[in-house]
């Protein structure tokens, strides 16, 4: 019987220290090219790379969702260690674990606009939306596009009337929506997306204009989507997490340096057919930029808690962000 106690002991350790054994990390991401950095990271071994530098062997995973409420579910769940997703996903689920599994930002993806395109010639204003429009974005009254719809709503209506356009919002993947935008035809008259999506709509549909771009309603560029996890990972992993980051810092220093190699990395990764061409002009334009600090996201996160979306305002962007060094000058 003593020696069973000891055994079983002794298996409970091995165990508990697999438990805390680093080297792995899954990292779920979404559609376009604001996921780029994790592509280049993935196309290069990035992670791997700072892993060994760190003293671990990293076996990654990847995984690809649609939407933030799909994204925050599987973090919360314990499928994935890392989210990719929109600073108002983000926001939420900070505010939601405080002091429980506590999940903060970890990087930023870089800045992108993202626009709000309609395919109806008679909208030029989000005013013109009517009851028989639906506007597809990634996940209703969670998705970035969704809280940046709503900012844009109370600034042309007043805070009380944020919600006004919810209703005519709809869940739907990038990809599905932009298709739909393209062809007409259907329900869906506008798509708050992202690159190369809303660039694709543009170029195929002479009826497609811009009716908004996040960067008028956000006051100036903006890091709309971000990765965030959880207090515990970061934790129990800190070298993984550490090699995590510093990929992520080569991936956007490669980015900015070269944007012909990003463009071939974005394709291949994805088994993407977006013209090549757009993918360079998306990447060179002067509004584009490959940094992993936040950028002017607590605009958003405070407007979230003014309009009762969440419970805790936050007074810095520090807030709802672990501390590191490689993303210090954030805002």
Not at 113 to 124: A, E, G, Q
Not at 155 to 182: N, V
Not at 227 to 232: E, R
Request: without cysteine; charged residues 20%.
């Amino acid at each position: 019987m003593k020696a069973f106690r000891i055994a079983a002991g002794a298996l409970a350790l091995v165990l508990a220290a697999g438990a805390q054994a680093e080297g792995t990390i899954r990292i779920a991401e979404q559609f376009g090219v604001t996921y780029l950095l994790l592509n280049i990271a993935q196309e290069q071994k990035l992670i791997e790379k700072y892993g060994k530098q760190n003293g671990v062997d990293v076996a990654v995973e990847w995984k690809k969702l649609s939407g933030g409420a799909a994204i925050n579910d599987a973090l919360l769940s314990g499928s994935i260690d890392i989210a990719g997703a929109g600073v108002g996903p983000l926001v939420t689920v900070w505010d939601r674990t405080r002091g429980r599994q506590n999940v903060k930002g970890v990087a930023a993806l870089g800045s992108f606009p993202y626009y709000l395109v309609s395919n109806n010639p008679k909208i030029k204003s989000i005013a013109d939306f009517t009851d028989k429009d639906r506007i597809a974005l990634p996940a209703v009254t969670v998705s970035v596009q969704s809280r940046i719809l709503q900012m844009a709503v109370a600034k042309q209506w007043g805070d009380k009337e944020f919600a006004r356009l919810d209703k005519l919002t709809q869940s739907l993947p990038h990809p599905d929506a932009a298709s739909a935008i393209i062809a007409g035809g259907t329900e869906i008259t506008g798509h708050f997306g992202t690159p190369p999506f809303q660039e694709q709509e543009l170029a195929q549909n002479p009826n497609a204009r811009v009716v908004l771009n996040s960067y008028e309603v956000q006051g100036g560029p903006s890091s709309s989507t971000v990765l965030y996890a959880t207090d515990k990972y970061r934790k129990e992993n800190p070298k993984t997490y550490r090699a995590f980051v510093q990929a992520l810092a080569e991936a956007a220093d490669y980015a900015s340096k070269n944007p012909e190699g990003a463009a071939d990395i974005y394709l291949k990764v994805n088994k993407s057919k977006v013209d090549r061409n757009l993918l360079l002009k998306i990447f060179k334009s002067p509004e584009v930029q490959f940094k992993i600090a936040p950028q002017n996201t607590l605009t958003l996160a405070q407007f979230m808690h003014r309009v009762g979306a969440v419970k805790t305002r936050p007074a810095s962007w520090r807030d709802y962000f672990f501390e590191d060094p490689l993303i210090g000058q954030g805002s």
